[in-house]
Each structure stands twice: as structure tokens, then as C-alpha cells.
């Protein structure tokens, strides 16, 4: 029998599915996706037809009901345990702490779930914030955990283009098992190809829409709408990585939380440059004042697919929700397709070698 059959994978805080999705493309397969909000049902099960989608709070499920739901038992060598929280309250990316508070401590969840489990491996991966306030952010008990269940783990900032992903997104990762003796994070390497131009554009199959353009087809390519001043704002801006500097002297047009400022925060109103990666795409992508988020060339931000592209995600795969905010927060929570599937890589490569 083929030892990457025997693999399988729980996806915790899955979301839109993108860990799940480069798991089984590493050919690991997922037996569920768990997350607490249903506006990702959908999405989920639609793209991942052989994983059950679980809509519960952690905090809400014992470990032997899951055990129970999905026949897993607990030892299981060939069981990878997937933990992606969300991750705003530890971002560095200045947000409203308040909203996101409660989902600071969501290691402490997943914890109970590896400890019932006891997994051949396990899997975070966050912002580099949760790294950075390792004591404050339960990571250093996360930690210490795994020691005390005789687990060795790596971990560290990574950034996800040196993982196929055309986006400087720094991440925190850790892979951690109890199967062998030590263990590594998946070799990164540069590829000049990750830039935007080769992902969006008319030649990569973007025809040119104008900001608040509707797409209603599933690949929603769909822009957000611009307010009048703002339209002013980005048709001054100059293509291919223009800032807000362009503007700052017009006293109808400047930002005034950057006036006498506009040496911080440089991105915000700015546009992709093409022959550069793109900047993280977050949950805002689809808003020029977010970000650097503004097309290279076109007066709008960038589209829901084209953010979808920029983080790895085939043409194909459908995202469903209510509206472009609840599409757009999918795709920006998501782990990148492209870095899920060097994790499973590391991880099967591990068994197969083993096994050998």
C-alpha cells in the first residue's frame, strides 16, 4: 500500500479551506474542517468534497465527541492535527483590539484536542505576532506542552514566498511530531516568477473591469466601489506602485491623520507594483485605503478573484458568502494553498522516509 494513502489530517479554524486544500494536494487526506462560522460552510464543502465541514466553537466540543464523529481514535501515528487560528488581535497590522480579543487564546482550545488526541503530528501556523509575544500569546505554554507529551517541534517566522506564494506574507510556523527525532520546516527558495504580473492582468485571464464592477459568476471577479474622492485619489496615483505622495499636497485630497506624516504608513492608498510581489493580502484586500491593494494600472482595487489568485488559490475554486466583505475576510484569513501543500510535503515526505 502507498504510505501517503494512510495520512489523514483534522483542519482546526479551517475557514475557506486553504490548508485543507493544500493538504490534499500534498496527498494527505482530510477527514474534516472545523471552524465556527457558518458563512464558510459552503465555501468549505464545496472545494473540499471529502472533508466534513464542522460548524462548532472549539470551546463548545469535547474531544471524544470529535472522536466519535469522525471514528478517529486517539495514538493515531498517521494523524496530522492542522491549528490556524484567527490571528487579527496578534497582528502587527494596526486593528481594534476589542473585536478580536476573544479569539486571542484559541491555542488553549486546540491544546485540549492534541492532548486527548496525541497526534503523530501537529501543525500552527499564524502571524509572526503570536512568535513575537510568545509569553503573552499562550505559545511558550503551547510549547512547553508539546515537550511534555515528548513531542519535537520547529518553528519560526517564515515568508510565504519563499513557498510558491506570490505575496510577502511573513507567517509563524511550526510542524511538531512524536514520531521521530528531530524535525524541520519545509526548505524555502526564491522564484523570480512570483510576481503579480505573472497572476493577474488581462494575459493571465483578468479582462479590465472599472471600480464597483459586479461579477455574479463564481469567479467573481468583482471590484469594490470607489467613493468620488477616492476615484480622484487613485486616477492620480501613478501605475505600477504609486503612493499617496502624488496627492499629499492637495489640501481636498490628503489623508489628515498624515499631514506633515506622509513618511508612515506608505502603502495605504497605494497600488501593486507588477514586478514585485504583492504585499499580505489581508482581510481588507478589496478596499484601496486599506493597503497596497490599489491594480497597478486599472482605477480600482484589486478584485476578489485577483486577491484569491494572489494567494494561491485555482481559478476554480468557488467561494460563497453573503456579501464581498464575507468573501473577502474568507480569502485573507486563509493559509495560502501553495505553502499548505510544502507543509503536507514535509510531513509525508517524513512518513515515506520512514517507512521506506
Known amino acids: 500500500m502507498n504510505n501517503r494513502l494512510k495520512i489523514e489530517a483534522i483542519d482546526f ?83 481594534d483590539k476589542t473585536k478580536s480579543r476573544q479569539t486571542a487564546f484559541l491555542l488553549n482550545g486546540f491544546q485540549k484536542f492534541v492532548d486527548w488526541f496525541n497526534p503523530g503530528f501537529v501543525v500552527i501556523e499564524n502571524v509572526p505576532g503570536i512568535f513575537a509575544k510568545k509569553s503573552h500569546s499562550l505559545l511558550l505554554k503551547f510549547c512547553n506542552f508539546l515537550k511534555s507529551k515528548d513531542y519535537i517541534y520547529a518553528d519560526g517566522v517564515i515568508n510565504s514566498f519563499l513557498y510558491g506564494v506570490p505575496q510577502n506574507r511573513k507567517r509563524y510556523l511550526l510542524i511538531a511530531t512524536r514520531l521521530f527525532d528531530k524535525i524541520e520546516l519545509p526548505k524555502g527558495r526564491k522564484n523570480k516568477r512570483l510576481i503579480v504580473r505573472n497572476f493577474i492582468g488581462a494575459e493571465n485571464g483578468f479582462p479590465k473591469i472599472e471600480a464597483g464592477h459586479k461579477d455574479a459568476s463564481d469567479f467573481i471577479h468583482t471590484s469594490s466601489n470607489l467613493s468620488p474622492k477616492n476615484m480622484c485619489r487613485i486616477s492620480l496615483t501613478p501605475p505600477n506602485g504609486g503612493d499617496r505622495s502624488s496627492w499629499k499636497d492637495d489640501p481636498e485630497l ?3 491623520a498624515y499631514e506633515g506624516k506622509d513618511h508612515i504608513f506608505k502603502d495605504v492608498y497605494g497600488r501593486m507594483y507588477w514586478d514585485r510581489p504583492a504585499p499580505t493580502i489581508t482581510t481588507r484586500f478589496n478596499s484601496f485605503s486599506n493597503g497596497r491593494f490599489g491594480h497597478p494600472e486599472e482605477n480600482r482595487a484589486i478584485s476578489l478573484r485577483e486577491g484569491a ?24 484569513n486563509a493559509v495560502p494553498p501553495k505553502l499548505a501543500k510544502q507543509i503536507g510535503k514535509t510531513i509525508v515526505n517524513y512518513y515515506f522516509n520512514k517507512n521506506r
Open 254 to 256: 490628503q489623508i489628515k
Open 13 to 95: 479554524f479551517c475557514g475557506a479551506g486553504g490548508m485543507s486544500y493544500g493538504l490534499s494536494k500534498a496527498g494527505i487526506r482530510v477527514l474534516a474542517g472545523i471552524d465556527n462560522d457558518p458563512q464558510c460552510t459552503e465555501t468549505y464543502t464545496h472545494n473540499n468534497k471529502s472533508a466534513q465541514f464542522i460548524n462548532y466553537d472549539i470551546n463548545s466540543i469535547m474531544p471524544s465527541e470529535l472522536s466519535d464523529i469522525l471514528g478517529v481514535k486517539q495514538n493515531n501515528d498517521y494523524l496530522v492535527m492542522a491549528g490556524c487560528s484567527p490571528c487579527q488581535y496578534w497582528s502587527k497590522i494596526y486593528t
Open 309 to 332: 489568485t494572489l494567494q494561491t488559490f485555482p481559478k476554480k475554486y468557488v467561494f460563497k458568502g453573503p456579501n464581498q466583505a464575507a468573501i473577502a475576510r474568507q480569502i485573507g
